[in-house]
Structures are given as C-alpha cells and as structure tokens.
C-alpha cells in the first residue's frame, strides 16, 4: 500500500505525478491554492480548464460540483497532471459537507491511479476560502486516503502539503511524524 508523508510547504513547487487543486465548480481559477496554481502553471492550464468547464456548462451544480474532480496537463509546473478537486463550502455540517470533502479525496486518489500516476499531493482541501474546520477536514482527509489507497495499487506515494502550521500540526496529531 502507498506511503503517506505530510509536509508544510508550497504545493505548486512539487515535482510528483499529480498534484490536486482545491477548485471550485467553475474550473476558472480563484484566489488560494487554485490562484497561485494557475498562476504558476501559466495560460496552458486555464485553455484546458476553459475546454472542460464549456463542455459541461449545462451540468447541473456547474462544470465540475462540490464533491467532484476533473485532471488536467499541468503547464509550466513541475508535476505532471493537476487534479481539480471541489471541496465543499462549510455551512456548518448539516448539508452533507463530509461526504462530499471525503469524495474529492477519494476521486482524486481514483482519477491519479486511472492516469497510471503513482505520486499525488493534495492541498488541505475546503479549509481556506470554503471555511471547513480544519481538525475535521484533517481527519476526513487521513481516513479516506487510508480508505481508498488499498483500491489504488498503484499508487505508490501520498503527500499531504499543509501551507500553514495548524494544519500541519493537526496532520502530525492525525498520522503521527512519518517525514
Ligand atoms: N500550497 C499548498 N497549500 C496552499 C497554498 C499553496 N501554494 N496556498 C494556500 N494553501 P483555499 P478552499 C492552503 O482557500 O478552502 C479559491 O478561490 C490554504 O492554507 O485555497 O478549498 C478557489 O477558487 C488552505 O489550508 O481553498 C475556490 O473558490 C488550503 O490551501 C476556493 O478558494 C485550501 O485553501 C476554494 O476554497
């Protein structure tokens, strides 16, 4: 089964097979992790971005619904796909937010094995903008992964990247210090 390693750090500097964007629906860029992702990444990403988000305009909960993920090239980063993954927006718990953060985990691990990857950094989704609760979006995130990676042979390396020292504190409560 993969390793999982938690790290603090900027994600869009890492050199793995995918790394994941905590998107929103629309596919268009924004502010956050998904901001300094296109920013990073260049003009390449947001064509692509463009492509899929027309194509499914008319979906209903727009081009790509909380809970849900899409993969892309990844233009000038480092890595070699980014996964949007759309975390849901907190409204205090009682609108099937944890299902649906467990699900962008759990689409992305699957998108990444699909593509034959065997790398995947993920950004600590839902919890900047969208005002998720960082200890409970730390613990959903950790046992989902665990859930999934037994279905995803493949993939060989999970990396947390936690930006700021609270989440990174909360994943060492949650993992204990594997790196
Ligand atoms: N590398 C890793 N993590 C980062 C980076 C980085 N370079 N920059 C920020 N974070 P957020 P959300 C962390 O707000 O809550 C956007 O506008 C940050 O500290 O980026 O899912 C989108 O377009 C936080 O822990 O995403 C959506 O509209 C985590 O990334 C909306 O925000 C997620 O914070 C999504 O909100």
Request: net charge negative; glycine share 14%; with cysteine.
């Amino acid at each position: 089964m993969g390793l999982i390693e938690i790290i603090r750090g900027d994600i869009t500097t890492l050199a793995v097979d995918a790394i994941v964007n905590a998107a929103n629906s629309g596919l268009l860029g924004g502010g956050g992790v998904d901001g300094a992702i296109h920013e990073a990444a260049g003009p390449e990403l947001f064509e692509e971005c463009l492509k899929i988000a027309k194509s499914r305009k008319d979906n209903p909960g727009g081009p790509c619904p909380a809970g849900d993920a899409v993969i892309t090239g990844a233009g000038q980063l480092p890595c070699k796909k980014v996964i949007h993954a759309v975390g849901p927006v907190w409204h205090g718990g009682t609108r099937g937010e944890p299902d649906l953060l467990a699900s962008c985990y759990r689409k992305s691990l699957i998108l990444a094995e699909e593509a034959g990857l065997s790398s995947i950094a993920f950004p600590n989704i839902s919890t900047g903008v969208f005002g998720y609760p960082k200890e409970q979006a730390a613990e959903i995130a950790v046992n989902t992964i665990k859930r999934t990676l037994p279905e995803t042979p493949g993939i060989a390396r999970v990396i947390f990247v936690c930006f700021d020292g609270e989440n990174y504190r909360l994943y060492l409560d949650f993992l204990g210090p594997v790196k």
